[in-house]
């Protein structure tokens, strides 16, 4: 039995459009295609602006961008502290054989404490050249990101020009 886009579902749909919900969502949520969702928005007047997403995207991209430089500095200012640590005089503690705490300070760390500072700035210093990496981009991402969107907008006309209920799902 076919099911009826009914009064409560318009409502819905107006509800979650309003909250900024994707298309794609609402009509994972409401367990209607997407093509039934786009039909009856339009009915209703309401648009899934591409561009109002495209730009909230790109601002987080801005945002997260910031936070990997920010964290980049924190990374070089860790492994910063922790290779001068490896050179300079270290405060060793500890018990003596009648069991009193004793401390003293020493030329530089013990080997253990000198090789675990050592990793710790080593350790740093991947993360850094990993997040730089990540900053300096990758063309062949932002090739294969414009070839799948045309390869969508294809697919979306094609659906159109094939008069399909649910050519909006491949992307339009």
């Given at each position: 039995?076919?099911?009826?886009?009914?009064?409560?579902?318009?409502?819905?749909?107006?509800?979650?459009?309003?909250?900024?919900?994707s298309?794609?969502?609402?009509?994972r949520?409401?367990?209607?295609?997407?093509?039934t969702?786009t039909?009856h928005?339009q009915?209703?007047?309401?648009?899934?602006?591409?561009?109002?997403?495209?730009?909230?995207?790109?601002?987080?991209?801005?945002?997260?961008?910031?936070?990997?430089?920010?964290?980049?500095?924190?990374?070089?200012?860790?492994?910063e502290?922790?290779?001068?640590?490896?050179?300079s005089?270290?405060?060793?503690?500890?018990?003596?054989?009648?069991?009193?705490f004793?401390?003293?300070?020493v030329?530089?760390?013990?080997?253990?404490?000198?090789?675990?500072?050592?990793?710790?700035?080593?350790?740093?210093?991947?993360?850094?050249?990993?997040?730089?990496?990540?900053?300096?981009?990758?063309?062949g991402?932002?090739?294969?990101?414009?070839?799948?969107?045309?390869?969508?907008?294809a697919?979306?006309?094609?659906?159109?020009?094939?008069?399909?209920?649910?050519?909006?799902?491949?992307g339009?």
């Amino acid at each position: 039995m076919a099911r009826t886009f009914s009064r409560e579902d318009e409502d819905t749909l107006r509800q979650l459009h309003a909250d900024g919900v994707s298309r794609n969502e609402i009509a994972r949520q409401m367990e209607w295609s997407v093509g039934t969702i786009t039909n009856h928005a339009q009915r209703l007047g309401l648009s899934f602006d591409r561009e109002a997403v495209r730009a909230a995207t790109d601002a987080r991209q801005v945002d997260l961008k910031d936070r990997r430089q920010r964290l980049q500095k924190q990374l070089l200012d860790l492994a910063e502290r922790a290779i001068e640590r490896t050179g300079s005089e270290y405060l060793v503690t500890g018990f003596d054989h009648l069991g009193q705490f004793v401390s003293r300070m020493v030329p530089q760390p013990p080997a253990r404490e000198t090789k675990d500072l050592t990793a710790a700035a080593m350790s740093a210093l991947a993360r850094f050249d990993a997040k730089a990496r990540e900053d300096a981009g990758d063309p062949g991402k932002e090739q294969a990101r414009g070839f799948l969107q045309g390869l969508s907008d294809a697919m979306a006309t094609a659906a159109r020009e094939l008069g399909g209920d649910d050519a909006d799902e491949y992307g339009s």
